[in-house]
């Protein structure tokens, strides 16, 4: 928490930006997000993944086993479970999960944009 506010009192002092954003700039900055699906491959794999998953197709399993590292890098410790749910063939319950984390992670990578752009108060 001292590094977040570290962060924060350096953003602020030396550009007067709203709280909300230097908040969200510290912790980009102390403590990146979890995901690592910046890259237009992961996100068609992530993408693709739940594509397959919708449609009940066996290949949501070896898609998910060779691409576990993007899953752990991309979900945390939520990654077990959803490797867990497709293992067992439960695609429609991974597949919700999945697309939810995708929502999520859009909202908050918008959210990041809007207060990275936000106007310099005077």
């Known amino acids: ?8 009192a350096e953003i602020g002092a030396s550009a007067k930006i709203e709280a909300s954003a230097a908040i969200a700039a510290s912790a980009r900055i102390v403590a990146p997000t979890r995901a690592r699906t910046d890259s237009p491959r992961d996100a068609a794999v992530l993408a693709g993944l739940v594509e ?4 009940g197709n066996i290949e949501a399993n070896f898609l998910a086993r ?28 991974a597949a919700t999960e ?5 929502a999520d992670l859009s909202a908050a990578q918008a959210a990041l944009s809007a207060s990275a752009n936000a106007e310099v108060l005077p």
């Open 52 to 55: 397959l998953l919708d449609e």
């Open 66 to 93: 060779s691409e576990a590292r993007l899953l752990h890098a991309a979900l945390g410790k939520s990654a077990g479970g959803l490797l867990a749910r497709i293992e067992a063939f439960d695609h429609q319950n």
């Open 1 to 8: 928490m001292d590094k977040i506010r570290q962060a924060t």
């Open 98 to 102: 999945l697309r939810e984390f995708l």
